[in-house]
Antibody
Framework: EVQLVQSGAEVKKPGESLKISCKGSGYSFTSYWIGWVRQMPGKGLEWMGIIYPGDSDTRYSPSFQGQVTISADKSISTAYLQWSSLKASDTAMYYC???????????????WGQGTLVTVSS | DIQMTQSPSAMSASVGDRVTITCRASQGISNYLAWFQQKPGKVPKRLIYAASSLQSGVPSRFSGSGSGTEFTLTISSLQPEDFATYYCLQHNSYPPTFGGGTKVEIK
C-alpha cells in the first residue's frame, strides 16, 4: 500500500527554525518526485516546490524560492521541508504528494500525505 | 506563471443536480490538468487526471473534459458526499498552479 506519512504538528515562535518530513512507503521512492503544497487557514492550495529523491534535483515556485528549502534522503525514503527563520505568515497546513518520474507524465499528485500543521506564534 | 482561473468560486446546489466547474488557463496546457476534491479538514483527493481520465475508485458521476485552455469538471448527479471544495491543477510547465477553488454547498 502506497503511503506518504508526514511528521506531526508543530508550534513554533517567530524566528525559529523547523524541518518537517514526509516518508514514503509501498512504492519505489526514486520512481517519483515529492512535492510540497501549502494551505493557509481557510485558503486554497499553493504549489511550493518539488524534489527528485534520486539526485535531489529541486524546483521551487518563485513565490517560495529563498523562503524554504526542500531536501530528501533516499536511503530512508524521506523528503523534507525546512525553514531557517519562521514567520507568523508561515502558519499553515503543509502537504506532501508524489509525482511520477517523466517529463510527460500525467501521474501527478495521486497520493498525498496526511498534512503537517505548522503554527507560528509568539 | 500560468494562471488558472476557476469558476464559480462558490455555488449552491441540490442533491441530484448536474454541476459544472470550469478552469481556464492563461496559456495552453495540453491535457496536463488534474482535478482534486477536498472536504473540510481532509486531505485533497485526486478525481481526474490528464483532463479526462477518471481516477480509480472515483464514482463515474464525475467526469472531466477539455484541452488547451478550457477545462470542465462535471458531476452528473450531485450526492450528499460531494459537497466539498474542488481545485484544478495545471502541471504543463513550472511552476504548476492550482485554481482558486470552487466550494460546492448545499442549497
Amino acid at each position: 500500500e502506497v503511503q506518504l506519512v508526514q511528521s506531526g504538528a508543530e508550534v513554533k515562535k517567530p524566528g525559529e527554525s523547523l524541518k518537517i518530513s514526509c516518508k514514503g512507503s509501498g512504492y519505489s521512492f526514486t520512481s517519483y518526485w515529492i512535492g510540497w503544497v501549502r494551505q493557509m487557514p481557510g485558503k486554497g492550495l499553493e504549489w511550493m516546490g518539488i524534489i527528485y529523491p534520486g539526485d535531489s534535483d529541486t524546483r521551487y515556485s518563485p513565490s517560495f524560492q529563498g523562503q524554504v528549502t526542500i531536501s530528501a534522503d533516499k536511503s530512508i525514503s524521506t523528503a523534507y521541508l525546512q525553514w531557517s527563520s519562521l514567520k507568523a505568515s508561515d502558519t499553515a497546513m503543509y502537504y506532501c504528494a508524489r509525482k511520477e518520474v517523466g517529463a510527460t507524465t500525467v501521474n501527478y499528485f495521486d497520493y498525498w500525505g496526511q498534512g503537517t500543521l505548522v503554527t507560528v506564534s509568539s | 506563471d500560468i494562471q488558472m482561473t476557476q469558476s464559480p468560486s462558490a455555488m449552491s446546489a441540490s442533491v441530484g443536480d448536474r454541476v459544472t466547474i470550469t478552469c481556464r488557463a492563461s496559456q495552453g496546457i495540453s491535457n496536463y490538468l488534474a482535478w482534486f476534491q477536498q472536504k473540510p479538514g481532509k486531505v485533497p483527493k485526486r478525481l481526474i487526471y490528464a483532463a479526462s481520465s477518471l481516477q480509480s475508485g472515483v464514482p463515474s458521476r464525475f467526469s472531466g473534459s477539455g484541452s488547451g485552455t478550457e477545462f470542465t469538471l462535471t458531476i452528473s448527479s450531485l450526492q450528499p458526499e460531494d459537497f466539498a471544495t474542488y481545485y484544478c491543477l495545471q502541471h504543463n510547465s513550472y511552476p504548476p498552479t492550482f485554481g482558486g477553488g470552487t466550494k460546492v454547498e448545499i442549497k
